[in-house]
């Protein structure tokens, strides 16, 4: 028997031996726990399933509950993330245990933050699905031309000089036509260019991309990121603190 029933079992005979009076407060109290949102994440994917598109290259959602972990309450609206590294826009993965990892990650880094999950929904979203090493190597031709374009752009703002950012872009652009990027060092051409990556994948017709990416620490193991480029899309279901 797996955890997440063993969990459901457990919390079931909890709530039934609490007096009916504090129930409520017991299931409230569960709701602080990891197990808990592992739970209720594995009987919600169960319901839910993503649909392949243009031969494998996109996938469609059309209904899908996504996490983001925050070291921040309350949070209406999200922000874009401040730090990139598959591309520009609003970082989640299909895995509450995942984004809690990052909640703990994030709310260490300033005094008396307490680390949040966020439960999200999307509905009928066309991603670029990058779980898929052939799916990589078909898009990244064009990413090195948009590369290029930028580059040229910014030679003629400068008057034909090249600055920093721009070598930057010419040595990403030399090592995708190298071959040397590939799904496990992607973040090494993204990472400084996640904007200009995020704009050709929308101009490709897609509203984000899926991919998966390594840990950090002990906190995060190797999971999926959903990166959404339009944090309008996106809904809030409802957030907890986790102790």
Do not use: C
Not at 19 to 38: A, C
Not at 91 to 117: C, L, N, Q, W
């Amino acid at each position: 028997m797996g955890l997440e029933s063993s969990f459901r079992k457990e919390l079931a005979q909890r709530i039934k031996d609490t007096p009916k009076e504090n129930r409520g407060e017991t299931l409230d109290q569960s709701k602080h726990s990891s197990e808990y949102w592992q739970e209720r994440g594995r009987h919600i994917q169960e319901k839910q399933n993503e649909e392949a598109t243009e031969d494998g290259l996109g996938v469609l959602l059309k209904t899908k509950t996504i996490y983001h972990g925050s070291g921040i309450s309350g949070i209406e609206k999200f922000n874009l993330a401040e730090e990139d590294t598959v591309g520009q826009g609003v970082y989640f993965t299909s895995e509450s245990k995942d984004a809690i990892g990052y909640a703990r990650r994030r709310s260490r880094r300033e005094e008396d933050h307490k680390p949040v999950v966020y439960e999200v929904a999307v509905e009928n979203m066309r991603l670029l699905d990058l779980r898929k090493e052939e799916n990589l190597k078909k898009i990244l031709p064009g990413f090195s031309d948009a590369l290029s374009d930028v580059y040229e752009e910014r030679k003629k703002t400068n008057s034909g000089s090249v600055d920093i950012f721009s070598k930057v872009l010419r040595r990403i652009r030399n090592d995708v036509d190298a071959g040397k990027i590939g799904l496990n060092n992607l973040k090494a051409a993204t990472q400084q260019t996640g904007r200009i990556f995020s704009d050709y994948v929308r101009s490709l017709g897609y509203e984000g991309l899926v991919v998966l990416e390594g840990g950090e620490g002990e906190d995060v193991g190797n999971h999926d990121t959903y990166l959404i480029f339009d944090s309008e899309r996106l809904h809030i279901n409802s957030e907890q603190e986790i102790v």
